[in-house]
């Protein structure tokens, strides 16, 4: 299982510089916080629509569903209000998986689906 790069965004501070991570047919994304916000930006560049499957495994999940979004050859989806008490599982990681749109494994290649995390400010101070 690999671990997509996030980055950190401080107010006030500009832009912030984003590493894509080129996709695998799951990963992770570490949680540095309680009550973390994350918005991930998903590109796929196959010619198979991609379905990205975040996980639901954290203290909320009974009250949601894994959330599941396809992302079609040369789209580019903003994923956001990602909340740690939903997603974040015991271990602190969310997971994200890459699946067909009929839920089964992925026929293109995973390294085609590309993430990019921003872990947002949640405080005035950070």
Do not use: W
């Not at 198979?48 to 599941?68: F, P």
């Not at 995973?110 to 921003?118: G, L, M, S, Y």
Request: hydrophobic fraction near 40%; charged fraction near 20%.
């Amino acid at each position: 299982m690999a671990e997509i790069t996030k980055i950190t965004c401080i107010k006030n501070s500009g832009s912030p510089d984003v590493t894509a991570t080129e996709g695998a047919a799951s990963q992770t994304v570490a949680y540095d916080r309680s009550f973390e916000n994350i918005v991930i930006r998903v590109e796929n560049t196959n010619l198979n629509t991609a379905s990205i499957t975040l996980v639901t495994a954290g203290s909320m999940t009974s009250k949601a569903d894994n959330v599941v979004v396809e992302v079609a050859q040369n789209e580019v989806k903003y994923l956001a209000g990602l909340e740690s008490m939903y997603f974040k599982g015991s271990d602190g990681n969310m997971t994200i998986e890459i699946l067909d749109d009929d839920g089964t494994a992925f026929t293109g290649d995973p390294a085609d689906v590309n993430f990019e995390v921003i872990e947002l400010p949640k405080g005035l101070i950070n």
